[in-house]
């Protein structure tokens, strides 16, 4: 007799408890073609497409699916309700992402992995790092390693919510800082958050990144808005 669980959004009985969610809710994920570089929806997958902008300072960029329903509403509840349970489901989504991206086209998996972090008040306001529990997940499964204290949220900067692209770029400025010693060990790494808006958290972490001599980096999103 298989143990029964129930799918986080329908509430229909899965019997592989670790997807989370049913193949029925799977598909119903907004998912699509789309640009490696900028994340934007294309007619086929493409490096790089026409709405692509030069200031992109990383590599691959690879998501999750669009931020609506019910990828939109798993992320909200285990970003503000304290539903952190939801880390392997997000983890996997993103998890099958990554290998489909790679069968679409082949990059090499990175050395390290790197979730974005939060302030520590933010941190203790909400009593985890949903990016760090995404990151910790992809680690295990990939068996990479995770690195949570090469940058650090300097500044506990206003809400990125309800801002526009000019106003995201100056609020993240200078909020990050690196703690990074040895660069050069690691030329190839993956950053891992939640949800990709405009770009202006990582860009700001990448450029730190570039300074330090990282090659290639990477970034993996559960879900762009």
Not at 121 to 140: D, H, P, T, V
Request: aromatic share 12%.
């Amino acid at each position: 007799m298989f143990p029964l669980f129930c799918c986080w959004v329908c509430q229909r009985t899965i019997f592989i408890g670790k997807n989370g969610i049913c193949c029925f809710c799977q598909a119903t994920i907004s998912q699509s073609s789309y640009c490696f570089s900028c994340g934007n929806r294309t007619h086929c997958y493409t490096k790089c497409c026409g709405r692509c902008r030069a200031e992109q300072n990383w590599d691959f960029l690879v998501k999750g699916g669009e931020f609506l329903p019910p990828l939109s509403s798993l992320i909200h509840q285990f970003k503000f309700h304290k539903a952190y349970y939801l880390d392997r489901c997000l983890a996997r989504i993103l998890l099958l992402a990554i290998k489909n991206a790679r069968r679409e086209m082949y990059f090499a998996m990175p050395d390290v992995i790197i979730p974005v972090p939060l302030h520590h008040k933010r941190w203790w306001q909400r009593g985890y790092n949903q990016s760090e529990l995404i990151a910790l997940q992809l680690g295990k499964w990939l068996n990479i390693p995770v690195e949570m204290a090469w940058i650090e949220r300097q500044v506990n900067t206003p809400s990125q919510r309800g801002l526009t692209a000019k106003a995201r770029h100056k609020n993240i400025c200078n909020a990050f800082k690196l703690n990074l010693k040895n660069p050069q060990n690691y030329q190839r790494i993956a950053i891992v958050d939640d949800v990709f808006t405009t770009g202006a958290t990582t860009m700001e972490i990448c450029r730190l990144f570039r300074r330090a001599g990282v090659k290639e980096i990477y970034i993996w999103v559960v879900a762009t808005a």
